[in-house]
């Protein structure tokens, strides 16, 4: 069994609609819960990052952790084209971070 | 304000070729650096980190190794590559070894090995 498990899609919505990203992790050693976004060909880039379980938000984006569940969403609001990239979960403990595959999400104008 | 360099952005490598890929981060220092490598349609896979110069850790037996030689430098190398050693390779850094959850990542390297 993966430490980390995120269904890798792809997903396709309608601009303006709400994205829905989940991951489950089976390590309940981990301390701090992350999303990148991955645009085609580029590095990753930190969207959000949360230590404890409830949510997070950031403009249009919201980080939800479920420690007791083991399980962290990632939801993105009014979507745009520009959203289209690949979203990673990633979760970390003494300075390392564990990855998910990754879903690649595409918005449609 | 940190940045972080990768070079080459690209490259191309029969198998058998030596590797050696740089990546050096700017404004910043005793950062935790990291690489990993991100095969096509699959997640991060972590291969080496270090903690200070010299300091190197394997997460992964390959046919890869790391050298840390300055603070701010980190290198990947191999004597003879494998096919298996294509991907997309990225450096990763933090902002110091007290702020050590938030990993920024360089550009990448896009390996093809044939």
């Known amino acids: 069994q993966k430490e980390v498990e995120q269904d890798p899609g792809p997903l396709s919505v309608p601009e303006g609609a709400i994205v829905s990203l989940n991951c489950t992790y089976s390590?309940?050693?981990?301390?701090?819960f992350m999303w990148y976004r991955q645009y085609s060909r580029k590095g990753p880039e930190l969207l959000m990052y949360?230590?404890?379980?409830g949510n997070k938000e950031d403009g249009r984006f919201t980080a939800q952790v479920d420690k007791s569940s083991k399980y962290i969403s990632l939801f993105i609001r009014d979507s745009q084209p520009s959203d289209s990239a690949t979203y990673l979960c990633a979760m970390g403990r003494d300075y390392k971070l564990s990855f998910g595959a990754g879903t690649t999400v595409t918005v449609r104008a | 304000s940190q940045t972080i360099h990768q070079w080459p952005a690209t490259l191309v490598q029969p198998v058998g070729s030596p590797l050696s890929l740089e990546c050096t981060v700017e404004g910043t220092s005793n950062p935790n650096l990291y690489w990993y490598r991100q095969a096509a349609g699959r997640g991060l896979q972590l291969l080496f980190y270090s903690v200070g110069i010299g300091q190197i850790s394997s997460e992964v037996p390959q046919n890869l190794s790391a050298s840390r030689p300055q603070d701010r430098q980190f290198i990947l190398s191999s004597k003879k590559l494998l096919l298996s050693d294509s991907g997309f390779y990225l450096c990763a850094w933090t902002v110091d070894r007290v702020s050590t959850d938030t990993q920024y990542f360089g550009p990448g390297t896009r390996l093809t090995v044939l």
């Open positions: 390590n309940s050693a981990f301390q701090y």
């Open positions: 949360t230590y404890s379980s």
